[in-house]
């Protein structure tokens, strides 16, 4: 059914919430995976206008990418990574367009209240601004104190 997954990353327990369906539904259709991970930090956002070079932030952000991509290339996934900067929203959705994705699959983390109301939360703007069906997974929440195996 889908031939190109494009899978948003920010390095957090979300993430392994949404790569763990993505590998089983990449090999399920036999569909390629778009890893992005948009850097937002101050020489992120400025990079092109102001001349900047790839700051350390973003340096760990293209290892993360890298590590991830080998993990699920190596699992049997043909997977390719992106390193955006900017505004993530912007950067998914133009990715998606892009790079002819026929699903964006993100990890969430379910509501933060005060947080999702002052900054809004980038998995719904995406889910407004695209055309292209988007599959949101909910990162578990772990219980203090719950045995983890």
Known sequence: MYKRILVPLENSRADHAILEHVVTLARHDSASVVLIHVA????????????????????????????????????????????????????ITAAADRERCDLIAMGTHG?????????GSVAEAVRHRTLVPVLMVRQQVVEPGADQA
């Open 40 to 91: 937002d930090g101050f020489a992120a956002r400025n990079l092109k206008q102001l001349d900047l070079r790839e700051s350390e932030e973003m340096r760990k952000d293209r290892a993360y990418l890298d590590e991830v991509m080998s993990r699920l290339t190596g699992a049997g996934v043909p997977t390719e990574a992106i390193l955006a900067s900017g505004d993530p929203t912007a950067e």
């Open 111 to 119: 509501h933060r209240w005060v947080k999702d109301f002052l900054f």
